[in-house]
């Protein structure tokens, strides 16, 4: 009956050893924490972007509001100046 074979069995687990402490020689493994800290720097300049969009954004808004406001104020004026010129003249006939 065929018997294990220690020191074969020994070399395999030194080889296995061997491989396993070159494991973080791998790209993917070595490169991990730079890839989090890529993506974790790619959220916060989306963030910032996002930020500063949604104020410009705001800002315009605002902006487009009051002038929107002003010149319907102004077209107010004008319709009621109107109204008054075409009275005046209405009753003058």
């Known amino acids: 009956m065929a018997q294990p074979d220690y020191r074969r069995l020994a070399d395999a687990f030194n080889t296995a050893a061997q491989e396993c402490a070159l494991l973080p020689n791998i790209p993917l493994i070595n490169d991990s924490q730079r890839l989090i800290d890529a993506i ?7 963030e910032a972007q996002n930020t500063l969009l949604r104020q410009t954004t705001e800002a315009q808004i605002t902006l487009l509001r009051q002038t929107t406001e002003q010149q319907m104020a102004r077209i107010t004026q004008q319709i009621a100046g109107l109204q008054t010129d075409i009275t005046s003249r209405l009753d003058a006939r």
């Open 40 to 46: 974790e720097g790619l959220r916060q300049t989306t």
